[in-house]
């Protein structure tokens, strides 16, 4: 079965300094999806970004970037010039197909504090 | 656009009363339609999916059931609520064929089981 670990439970970072998120998982599969999302403190669920493991490039999105290591299965999110909205739990997720639908497999999560 | 709605937003229930929840989907059709619970400081769940109208698949075993009676609607329900049904309940939704999409979720309904 597959599972997505997040190790750090809680990370802080001064406003408009770069943090790196981390994020393992164990699969077998040679073709998935890895997906990061944010839950303010709204507990909306908001796609931050998504990477196709079959492409090598790094996913990219503003000040959102990924670091896709495919044989270590690890999948970092990097932040960029954090800002007090980045504030938020942070959820690492894999994508896997059951049956025809999609399944999200979640991490614990990260709790991301901005100091200002 | 897709939009996607859940409510209640918040719910308190006593122990052993029933429960609804619903959530609707416009913008599309045939969507893929999911449930998740998630229980404080934890991550999500997964407890029902569904591909079609009346198709409904459980990922645990537990107090709870899904029903999708048309196309945009997932319902969430219990006929005797219990403790550990507490917690916040978010329905997602991903567009049908299309493996590589994204889920996107609602707001969530909060829940409190006393």
């Known amino acids: 079965a597959q599972t997505v670990t997040q190790s750090q439970p809680e990370m802080s970072v001064q406003e408009a300094e770069t943090v790196t998120l981390s994020c393992t998982y164990d699969?077998?599969?040679?073709?998935?999806?890895l997906f990061w999302y944010k839950q303010p403190p709204s507990r909306q669920m908001i796609l931050v970004i998504r990477?196709?493991?079959?492409?090598?490039q790094n996913a990219t999105e503003n000040r959102f970037s990924v670091n896709f290591q495919k044989a270590a299965k690890s999948f970092s999110l990097k932040i960029s010039d954090s800002q007090l909205g980045d504030a938020a739990m942070y959820f690492c997720?894999?994508?896997?197909?059951?049956?025809?639908?999609?399944?999200?497999?979640f991490g614990q999560g990260t709790r991301l504090t901005i100091n200002p | 656009s897709q939009t996607i709605h859940q409510w209640p937003a918040t719910l308190v229930q006593p122990v052993g009363s029933p429960l609804s929840l619903e959530c609707t989907v416009e913008?599309?059709?045939?969507?893929?339609l999911y449930w998740y619970r998630q229980a404080a400081g934890r991550g999500l769940q997964l407890l029902f999916y569904?591909?079609?109208?009346?198709?409904i698949s459980s990922e645990v075993p537990q107090n709870l059931s899904a029903s999708r009676p048309q196309d945009r609607q997932f319902i969430l329900s219990s006929k005797k609520l219990l403790l550990s049904d507490s917690g916040f309940y978010l329905c997602?939704?991903?567009?049908?064929?299309?493996?590589?999409?994204?889920?996107?979720f609602g707001p969530g309904t909060r829940l409190t089981v006393l």
């Open positions: 990477q196709e493991a079959y492409k090598q």
């Open positions: 699969t077998s599969e040679s073709d998935y999806y």
């Open positions: 913008g599309t059709s045939n969507p893929n």
């Open positions: 569904s591909v079609g109208i009346g198709q």
């Open positions: 997720a894999y994508r896997a197909i059951i049956q025809g639908a999609q399944k999200l497999v």
């Open positions: 997602a939704w991903s567009e049908w064929g299309r493996s590589t999409d994204t889920q996107y």
